[in-house]
């Protein structure tokens, strides 16, 4: 059974500092995994998305990172800024209609 | 520039009583998702549809039931809430099922059942 996990729950960074958030997960067969960044009382706003054959994809500061054969994905974020803090959720696209979402990191940057 | 739409925000409910909450999309996306989100868990697929008239059971469907009479809407009924059903609802939807295809979200409705 796939299970997803993110570590650390909760991390807190002064501003300015690169951080890298991870995601691991059980079962190498995935199709693809979803990096979202949810804000308190806000849905679900998609930061990239990383095909079972891609290794990565970057968009801005972040840069997301996929490695099936060791079961972790990072989200790699550089300089942040306190507009950063959120939580940040992966989700494994495991084929069918079947998604997979770890509970987040919760982020705060401070200025 | 609306994307994914969800009524009402916020509701309170007593045990027993019923209500319908609904999901709206302007995308024309084929596929739409029902997830519940609790504390310390991540989301769960309570109901998806692939097309409209189309409905499937996900992961937590007990209790709750869907219906997609038109493709840009997807409703999510509860005929008798239980307090274990206090949770966040998010309704997501995608394009296809295609490796390159994200989910949408709406921004939740959070509902208590006393």
């Known amino acids: 059974k796939q299970e997803v996990t993110q570590i650390p729950a909760a991390l807190s960074v002064p501003e300015g500092e690169n951080l890298v958030l991870n995601c691991s997960f059980t079962?190498?067969?995935?199709?693809?995994l979803q990096w979202f960044r949810q804000d308190p009382g806000k849905g679900l706003t998609s930061l990239l998305l990383?095909?079972?054959?891609?290794r990565e994809q970057t968009s801005g500061r972040l840069n997301a990172s996929l490695d099936k054969s060791s079961g972790r994905s990072t989200l790699y974020i550089a300089a942040s800024q306190p507009g950063d803090s959120a939580t940040y959720l992966c989700?494994?696209?495991?084929?069918?209609?079947?998604?997979?979402f770890g509970a987040g990191t919760r982020l705060f940057v401070k200025a | 520039n609306a994307g994914v739409t969800q009524t009402p925000k916020f509701r309170v409910l007593k045990t027993g009583q019923s209500m319908t909450l609904l999901c709206a999309q302007d995308?024309?996306?084929?596929?739409m998702y029902w997830y519940r989100q609790d504390p310390g868990m991540g989301l769960r697929l309570i109901h998806y549809?692939?097309?409209?008239?189309?409905?499937a059971k996900g992961e937590v469907p007990d209790g709750y039931n869907v219906s997609r009479l038109k493709k840009q809407n997807f409703l999510l009924g509860l005929e008798s809430a239980a307090p274990s059903q206090t949770s966040v609802y998010f309704c997501?939807?995608?394009?296809?099922?295609?490796?390159?295809?994200?989910?949408?979200f709406g921004d939740g409705t959070r509902l208590s059942i006393l």
């Open positions: 997501a939807s995608s394009e296809t099922q295609g490796s390159n295809q994200p989910q949408h």
């Open positions: 079962d190498s067969a995935i199709y693809n």
């Open positions: 990383i095909q079972s054959s891609q």
């Open positions: 989700a494994l696209h495991t084929g069918g209609f079947k998604t997979i």
């Open positions: 995308m024309n996306h084929e596929y």
């Open positions: 549809s692939v097309g409209e008239g189309t409905t």
